[in-house]
């Protein structure tokens, strides 16, 4: 068989470690970011935001700012009397700006418009404000007490995209809750051998990406065009169109290279506020973030958890409750969505006669908190594990032959009426716990771990792409995935490529442009592979069933695809345009079940030192059980930045709040991994049972690792000696646990 190019090539294009499409740009310095780009007539923005937690806005003076040079219109709530200023995709409840009250430190207040950045800096400095403040509610303890204040006293009002069926009526500050209810709770435990219970923390967690959130808006009558670093396009289009009344093909988002976004960029973040403001000044405008701007914008939300879970002497599991409190801050955000999947994924993928979960979506004054990759599986997995590895400990059991007795195997349902698990539980767990020496003898002051679970994945399964074949033979790629690093142009291309049987090298997959990109519903969930990618094959057999209709023969060879273009169009011209789609069976509701069940499963071996309290990381082991690994190499490196990201939230990683103010906003305070973080190991295990719903029996990856590595290093670092019951693990916290284990006689190193 040969190209296009006439070059002989018999490889397949899927299952190899074809290099990456962006590789070249982004390593010369090439890749265009949206901080890089201009725009004629471009002004600057910059927010003036809320020093304080909880406040009335008593008055704001913008004269002294809008008499300075340069500065060209000052933004405020005032401003925004002619829209229903309201957004938020699970509930509208928060304003492009504050209007009346602030509700968090950090919250947007005003906003300048200015031919220089040094002006708009100088700008905001002149903005007058005059606040009454009030008492923040700072924790969920504090927001659910009887009596509390409300965050919020603004009607409940569904989003556009929460996707998670009727919601029910706000209770206080509580705007969501999810439960789950099996079997006869209470009386399983009373005829339980052991129990295990506690009450856990996790912190709230920047999901850091090395750029910045930054948005270019113009408006030009109803006509409104960004450039956007966002992860979800579409639907970010639609928010705008819905919140400026416009149509939605008046609204044109342009999505270049992302530098990360693990969430940070889900859904909609700054487009209405720079989009208000080029509103008022009549011309282009980019506002671009610092860090400490980026970390009041979004976080990951901290939660209060209650477990206890209930199992035989032998250590068969039986029974386990589940009450959590998560942190969505003074708006949703996507809480709701968080807190469901974090529900699914609390009872574990265990065999139980009973369960019963109830979590709940609570309203503070800190910074909303939204999506971080693992979103849920990663706040649940380390104490659910945490609990079954007490079991085993207390039943006399291994902690791997534990899970080999009760881990729920292939086409067991997970949870009530929902998809099947699809993928072999025991022989990933097995894997890992070898490649981290299970077996080999342990030296003082190490421990060994490992953590299984599974995350709802694919989100909402719409997606839509075009391919075209051109008159030269090479192919173009529509699709509304976010190349943010994940290498989705990569493995879209080599998608393409295998199902017209021509090199990937030959296909080009653009970047998302709502104007010409079909239809997409997000980057995340690990979707983009699984469904954006089947919509690609679908695409791509489109064409190849039209040039077999032009040949009449499904027996064609890529070597003819230039003649039977001439033969069909008359002349060397024209181009095959073929179009994929998926969509749902049913409603397409969250609620229905998750495209597939992602596989969250890892082992950690640590060490640590009594003295210091401080945990090392000296091996480390994932599965990537993607059903079929469409470039493998990708897999990897996906798995071992979730496995630092997993590392990063179990040891150190975590935002610090006094009354509501984020004290640690600068990298220099907030501490993310680094090589000196990266393990002496780490193994990255690739299963294949083509049994996941995308192409060629694939299924998405990226969000496991991260999601298992937390609660196998609390396991080993337990295994070590030292149970522990909030994360991060840092030196300090660990250290006292030991004294405390000492004091009770316990310290057994």
């Known amino acids: 068989m040969t190209t296009l190019a006439g070059e002989t090539t018999t490889r397949a294009q899927i299952g190899v470690s074809r290099p990456r499409r962006d590789a070249r740009e982004k390593l010369r310095g090439q890749a265009q970011f949206v901080g890089d780009m201009l725009v004629p007539r471009m002004l600057h923005g910059r927010v003036l935001r809320s020093p304080i937690a909880h406040g009335r806005i008593v008055s704001i003076d913008t004269s002294a700012a809008e008499a300075m040079p340069g500065v060209v219109c000052v933004l405020t709530g005032a401003d925004l009397q002619d829209i229903d200023p309201y957004y938020g995709h699970a509930i509208k409840d928060r304003p492009i700006i504050a209007i009346d009250k602030v509700r968090f430190h ?24 005059e606040y009454e403040e009030l008492p923040a509610i700072a924790d969920v ?21 929460h996707g998670l069926g009727e919601l029910e009526p706000r209770d206080r500050n509580v705007c969501y809750r999810y439960r789950l209810d099996k079997g006869e709770v209470e009386a399983v435990f009373a005829h339980a051998d052991i129990v295990v219970e506690g009450e856990y923390e996790f912190p709230a967690v920047y999901q850091y990406a090395m750029e910045t959130h930054t948005v270019i808006a ?3 009558g109803d006509e409104i065009s960004l450039w956007a670093n966002c992860q979800h396009p579409f639907l970010v289009r639609a928010e705008i169109a819905d919140l400026f009344r416009v149509p939605v093909a008046n609204v044109r988002i342009q999505v270049p290279y992302l530098g990360g976004g693990f969430g940070s960029k889900s859904y909609t973040k700054m487009e209405p506020l720079t989009v208000a403001l080029a509103r008022k000044a009549g011309r282009p405008v980019k506002i671009q973030n610092r860090v400490g701007e980026s970390m009041v914008t979004t976080r990951r939300h901290n939660m209060r958890c209650r477990m206890r879970t209930a199992a035989t002497a032998d250590g068969r599991l039986l029974a386990r409750e589940v009450t959590a409190l998560f942190d969505t801050g ?11 999947t974090a529900g699914d994924a609390a009872p574990g993928p265990y065999r139980w006669e009973a369960y019963r979960v109830d979590v709940s979506c609570v309203y503070t004054n800190l910074a909303p908190a939204g999506s971080y990759r693992a979103f849920g599986a990663t706040h649940m997995q380390w104490i659910g594990e945490s609990q079954v590895d007490e079991v085993a400990r207390r039943a006399g059991v291994d902690r791997v032959e534990i899970r080999r007795r009760n881990l729920l195997t292939p086409g067991e349902e997970v949870r009530m009426d929902g998809k099947p698990l699809d993928a072999d539980l025991v022989g990933d767990v097995e894997k890992v716990a070898e490649a981290v020496g299970w077996e080999e003898p342990k030296p003082p002051l190490v421990g060994r771990g490992v953590s299984v679970g599974v995350l709802a994945a694919g ?7 075009v391919c075209r074949l051109e008159a030269d033979g090479r192919v173009v790629v529509l699709v509304g995935t976010t190349e943010m690093g994940q290498g989705s142009r990569t493995a879209l291309a080599q998608i393409a490529a295998e199902e017209l049987g021509i090199d990937s090298e030959r296909v080009t997959v653009r970047g998302a442009d709502t104007r010409f990109t079909p239809f997409d519903r997000s980057t995340g969930a690990s979707r983009s592979t699984t469904v954006a990618g089947l919509a690609v094959q679908r695409a791509a057999a489109d064409i190849r069933e039209q040039l077999e209709r032009i040949a009449g023969t499904s027996d064609i060879d890529p070597d003819d695809y230039l003649a039977l273009m001439r033969k069909h169009f008359g002349f060397a011209g024209g181009e095959l345009i073929g179009r994929g789609e ?9 609620a229905e079940g998750p495209v597939f069940w992602e596989v969250c499963v890892g082992a950690a071996e640590v060490e640590v030192d009594p003295d210091t309290g401080f945990v090392r990381v000296r091996r480390t082991a994932t599965v990537a059980d993607v059903g079929r690994a469409i470039n493998p190499q990708l897999i990897e490196r996906q798995d071992e930045g979730a496995t630092l990201q997993g590392i990063g939230n179990a ?23 680094s090589f000196t973080d990266v393990p002496e190991s780490m193994t990255c295990l690739i299963v294949e049972n083509e049994d996941g719903p995308g192409p060629y029996g694939a299924k998405g990856c990226g969000e496991g690792a991260l999601a298992a590595v937390p609660g196998a290093i609390v396991n080993a670092l337990a295994d070590a000696g030292v149970p522990m019951n909030e994360l991060p693990l840092t030196p300090e916290r660990v250290w006292r646990r030991i004294q405390e284990l000492k004091k009770e006689g316990k310290w057994q190193q």
């Open 582 to 590: 998926v969509a749902p069976v049913g409603s397409g509701s969250y």
């Open 106 to 129: 950090g919250e947007p207040v005003a906003a300048v418009a200015a031919e220089t950045p040094a002006a708009a800096a100088a700008a905001v400095d002149a903005i007058v404000v």
């Open 651 to 673: 040891l150190f990683e975590e935002m610090v709040y006094k009354e509501g103010m984020l004290l640690n906003d600068t990298l220099l305070d907030y501490r993310v991994p």
């Open 218 to 220: 113009q408006v030009e």
């Open 141 to 161: 303890g504090q927001a659910t007490a009887p009596g509390a204040p409300l965050v919020t006293d603004r009607e409940a009002k569904p989003g556009l995209f």
């Open 330 to 340: 003074a708006y949703a955000d996507n809480g709701p969505r968080v807190v469901a």
């Open 459 to 465: 989100a909402h399964p719409v997606s839509s792409a």
